[in-house]
């Protein structure tokens, strides 16, 4: 994982959020003042060490290290481990410099508040888990060293813990926020594409497909047959250009299946179904749902279409109305067919017809929601399915 000099993003210009690489400044200069505060601290008590030159050789080597990194600007693992690495090797080497009675009595290590910077920088540099690794491993380190654990001891290891783990909590939502700036941008950008390549196409291709539908129309005759052609060209267009449709509705939900994973867009697959004696309206917003239940109220729809189509008369019209909010889906088929009895659409069933049953009621139900019909002869016939966007857990 790289850090301070990971690749720009194209869109917002920054390697890093602001507030990680603020934290990466800041342990620059935390680093040398704390090396100095810890050499000041072992100038006090050094003709009371056993070793001074141990001392001597851990505080060179934490001030090399810090001033290095003034020079030094990547930030990866690796630093970080080297980094640990020398704070637990100046806290076991105090067991060298200071005498055993020191150490009982709770002297400081040799590092001192340096250790902590190492905690901080793991923190910044691999998120939370990165954090409390190396809180825990500085910890381990002060367990052995003073043989025996205080008060004093443990107050320090439990800083050190919530120092890694609230660092690296801060630069996890940090990074996380960025990439969401990252994709509303992305975002921005193909939708401006869109209402470009919107207004070129409305300017040419959908009003000449326009202009050859309702020509079409008033010659009548072989002329209407290219106007019904135009017409469906000219939604299908319509559908492309504004983001909710699909060419063929056979393959859209396996296409978004593999595309999206486990959540797709029902608007494609719903949408997919509309042909010139069917008009499907769908939200503005992305409505996403399992795959699952995208697959079966894709299902359900056909079955209730094939239903218009056989059962509705000639000449019938159906509209296909999907709405929705966090909670669930409500998608209406109307059509203005002739109608039925609904006690006869109910008994279809023990006549051998399983659309309403098992087609339409039976997959809506095995995800939780509820089918309703109202008809009546020569007034059409509305299916209103209600549908939880996941899959309820059944036994």
Known sequence: ????????????????????????RGLDVYRPLAALY????????????VRPWVAVVVLAVMLAWSVGLLFYRRRTVGVVVVEVSIAVAGILATLLAETPESIAAGQFTLPTIWAAGSVAGGAVVAGARGGLIAAAVIAI?????????????IHNIVLLVLLGGLIGLAVDLAR?????????????ERLHERERIARVVHDGVLQSLAYIHRRGE????????????????????????????APEAGGAVADLRAAQGHE???????????????????PADPVLVDVLVAHEVDAALAAALDNVDRHAGPGARAWVLLEGDSSGLEVTIRDDGVGAQLADVFDAADRGRLGVSSSIRGRIEDLGGTVTWTTRPGGGCVVRMT?????????
């Open 387 to 395: 549908i939880p966007r996941t899959v309820k857990e059944r036994a």
């Open 176 to 188: 996380r926020g960025l990439e969401r700036e990252e994709q509303v941008l992305l975002e921005r």
């Open 1 to 24: 994982m790289v850090g301070v000099l990971g690749p720009s993003s194209e869109r917002t210009g920054r390697r890093e959020p602001v507030v990680v690489e603020s934290f990466h």
């Open 218 to 245: 008033d010659i009548g005759g072989e002329a209407a047959d290219l106007a019904a052609i135009a017409a469906e060209q000219e939604r299908s267009l319509r559908r492309f250009v504004s983001g909710t449709g």
């Open 141 to 153: 380190a002060d367990l052995i060293e003073v043989g025996r654990p205080t008060q004093t001891t």
């Open 38 to 49: 810890a050499a000041w601290l072992a100038w006090q008590r050094h003709e009371t060490m």
């Open 264 to 282: 797709i867009d029902l608007r494609i697959a719903l949408t997919a179904r509309e042909r010139p004696d069917v008009t499907v309206a769908v």
